[in-house]
Structures are given as structure tokens and as C-alpha cells.
């Protein structure tokens, strides 16, 4: 049925230990970084910011972080750095005490940058920590790591409801300590990657081709992947954003209550990660990347009509069925290009943040210009992009 990608060889086991790990510290990396987005109402009144103001915050934070992911990974493709990650979690811990203390919209803007460069070091180099410990099952160990990762964007505006707003903006500072034992489980997985010779072996040299997919055809390939990549993750800034600012201003929620309607999604969004690595791994994943992004259609078009408990229900059915999708397309992108395992992580993890950081800056200036209602009704209509998984080469586990 027309050109295929070979599917991975499975190998005897997977560290399942190394694989646990550094899914924790997805976790609190990725808690640690959606603490930002999350205190956005404390910041809107305390420095009386716009939503584009709130938008150019996302923006510093994703694109600083979309911009060095992809070089960072190229060059540890070269030169394995394996204890680049704990620096990365220091770059995160300096950016929340920027942000707890700072004395102005410009060093809100600076802490932004700092969270920004301390996630572009970690998620390319603990993606490749992950396949490498995968033990053949690359979907599944992808989704492990990724679901570290919605945990903790989920953890972010629950903690940020029970604790910030009781305690104020300086509280932030006190998530630093989870930022040190971040750096120290990193650490320790950094001796893991060199003494087990992943650090040390020469780095297999990029494939110049795919082997059974011509040139044209995988450039058209990343290319679908991009155009679903833009999709999801612009409509995805419209919740991680201002889905609390929606709830407040159409349903009249007080922040609290918005704040832990936020953590809910971000909730279904852990939950439907687990399935979509996996699930790639048995029925292809083309299947699941169709399913997740243009299966959402109906429920996205349907949310700027619903009523509260309607959006709330909504919201949880797009977090689960949206959230699927990437891991199936990183793993995807990766067998796309063998040999380039850092720098396919760090350009789709690297496109997210940017696609989130535009996104999270186009909308914000939409919602000063129009209303936060009009911009869930134009991003409704966003995963019909999801349409275009049409034209991805069949994997070999499909028929």
C-alpha cells in the first residue's frame, strides 16, 4: 500500500528505572515551567497587563526555548553532553526567582527567557535518554516521558490555585527546592548515560537517506508534520493561556475555581498521553496522529457554544483525544530520519514551544481587539488541519 517505514527492531528489555526517572524530571521540569502561565492572573493585576502583554510573556518564554531546542540537539547528536540536564534545571530554578521577585514587566520578561533556556537543554537530550532506554518500544518509552510531562503542566495550575494565590507572587521562589532535586535525580542520570558508554561511543553517523522513503517524499512527510504540529499546539495555547481568563469572563468563575478547571484538562491531557505512544507501537502511527487531531474536530467546533458544565466536559474529551498525538509524532519524525534522534527531538519539541509562544501572541492580541469568546470560536476550527495526516507514507505495521 505505497512506501512504508520500517518499524523498530525490539530489543530484550528497557531500563525501566532510567525511563521512570527521567519522567519524573519531565514532571518537575515541566510543573516547574507551567507555573508562568499559570500565575498570569496574579500578573495581569499586579502589573495591570493587556492580553498581549500576557501573549509576548508566552512568546519570550517558547520561542527563546523553540530556537536553541533544535541546535542543542544537533550538537549533543555530535558531542553527547551528559550532564548538560542538570544545567538546564538550574537555568529553570533562576528563571522562578526572577519571576517571584521581579520588580518590573521587563524582568518578568527576562525570567521568561531563563525558563525558556533551561527547558531547550532539557527536552532534547532527555528525549534521547529516553529511546535510549526504551528497549525497543519507542512509543511506549516516549509516552512514559511525555506523560511526566502533562503531569506536570497539569500539577502547575492546581498548585498555582492552592498555594500562589494563598501566598502571593514571591511564593514561586519556594518551588525551587523542587527544582534541586530535579538537578540532583539529573544528575544521576547523567552518570547513568556516561558510565553505561552512550556519553563516550561515537554517535552513529546520520543516515544521509531514508532507506525506503526518496528525499521528496519524507521532506512532504515533515512537512504534514509541521502543519499538525502548527495546529495543535496554536489551539492548545488558547487553554494553557487564557482558558482561565475565558471561564472568568464568560462564566463568571472566580480565579480559583478557573484555575482548577485548567489543571482538569491539563489533567485529561496527561491521561490521553499514555495512550498514544503505545497504541502508535500496535496499530502504526499514522493511525493515532489521524484519529487525534482530526478527531477532535467535532468537540472543538462544539466548546464556544456550550454552557459550563458542557465546556468542562468538552475540555476533558479534546485534552485526551489531542494530547495522543505527539508522541506518535516525534517517535514518527524520528524513524523519518535515523541517526538524528537529538535533533528531530529538539525541532518538534523546539516547533511546539514556538507554535505555543505565536500562538499565545496572535490570540492575545486578538482578545484586546475582539473578545476571548471570539478567539475560541476561530480556534475551533483549527484541528481541521489534522486533515492533511492524509497524505503521511503508511507505516510498516499498517495495512
Not at 487525534?292 to 479534546?318: D, M
Not at 508522541?327 to 525541532?347: F, K
Request: some cysteine; aromatic content about 10%; overall charge positive.
Amino acid at each position: 500500500m505505497g512506501q512504508t517505514i520500517a518499524a523498530p527492531a525490539r530489543a530484550s528489555g528497557t531500563a525501566g528505572v532510567v525511563l521512570g526517572a527521567i519522567s519524573v524530571c519531565h514532571l518537575l521540569n515541566d510543573m516547574l515551567q507551567s507555573l508562568l502561565p499559570a500565575v498570569y492572573p496574579i500578573l495581569k493585576g499586579g502589573f495591570n497587563l493587556n492580553f498581549a502583554q500576557i501573549g509576548a510573556l508566552t512568546l519570550t518564554y517558547q520561542i527563546t526555548a523553540s530556537l536553541l531546542q533544535p541546535v542543542i540537539g544537533a550538537y549533543t547528536d555530535r558531542r553527547p553532553q551528559p550532564y548538560s540536564l542538570p544545567i538546564g534545571m538550574g537555568l529553570t530554578l533562576l528563571g522562578l526567582v526572577t519571576l517571584a521577585f521581579a520588580p518590573s514587566y521587563v524582568t518578568l520578561l527576562a525570567g521568561a527567557a531563563l525558563l525558556g533556556m533551561g527547558s531547550s537543554i532539557f527536552h532534547p537530550e532527555s528525549s534521547r535518554i529516553a529511546r535510549l532506554a526504551s528497549g525497543g518500544q519507542h512509543g511506549l518509552a516516549q509516552s512514559v516521558f511525555q506523560v511526566g510531562g502533562n503531569a506536570g503542566q497539569a500539577l502547575g495550575p492546581l498548585l498555582a490555585a492552592v498555594f500562589i494565590l494563598s501566598h502571593g507572587r514571591s511564593s514561586i521562589a519556594w518551588f525551587a527546592f523542587a527544582a534541586l532535586a530535579g538537578m540532583g535525580i539529573l544528575a544521576a542520570i547523567g552518570h547513568w548515560y556516561q558510565s553505561n558508554g552512550h556519553a563516550s561511543r561515537k554517535p552513529r553517523k546520520a543516515i544521509a537517506g531514508h532507506p525506503t522513503l526518496s528525499r521528496n517524499r519524507v521532506i512532504a512527510a515533515l512537512s504534514v508534520l509541521v502543519a499538525l504540529i502548527f495546529s495543535k499546539f496554536f489551539y492548545l495555547a488558547s487553554f494553557t493561556s487564557y482558558y482561565t481568563f475565558y471561564l472568568m469572563h464568560r462564566f463568571h468563575l472566580d480565579i480559583r475555581a478557573a484555575q482548577l478547571d485548567l489543571f482538569i484538562f491539563m489533567a485529561a491531557s496527561a491521561v490521553g498521553t499514555v495512550a498514544g505512544g503505545p497504541v502508535g507501537d500496535r496499530i502504526g502511527r499514522k493511525r493515532v496522529i489521524w484519529g487525534s487531531i482530526a478527531g477532535v474536530v467535532p468537540f472543538t467546533l462544539a466548546l464556544p457554544y456550550a454552557g459550563l458544565p458542557a465546556t468542562i466536559g468538552l475540555s476533558i474529551i479534546i485534552g485526551l483525544v489531542l494530547s495522543s498525538a505527539f508522541s506518535a509524532i516525534v517517535v514518527y519524525a524520528q524513524e523519518l530520519m535515523p541517526g538524528r534522534t537529538g535533533m528531530v527531538s529538539g525541532l518538534f519539541f523546539g516547533l511546539a514551544f514556538g507554535m505555543g509562544g505565536i500562538g499565545a501572541a496572535v490570540l492575545g492580541i486578538l482578545a484586546d481587539h475582539t473578545s476571548i469568546e471570539y478567539v475560541y470560536t476561530v480556534c475551533s476550527f483549527l484541528p481541521l488541519i489534522g486533515l492533511a495526516a492524509a497524505f503521511l507514507p503508511h507505516t510498516a505495521d499498517e495495512v
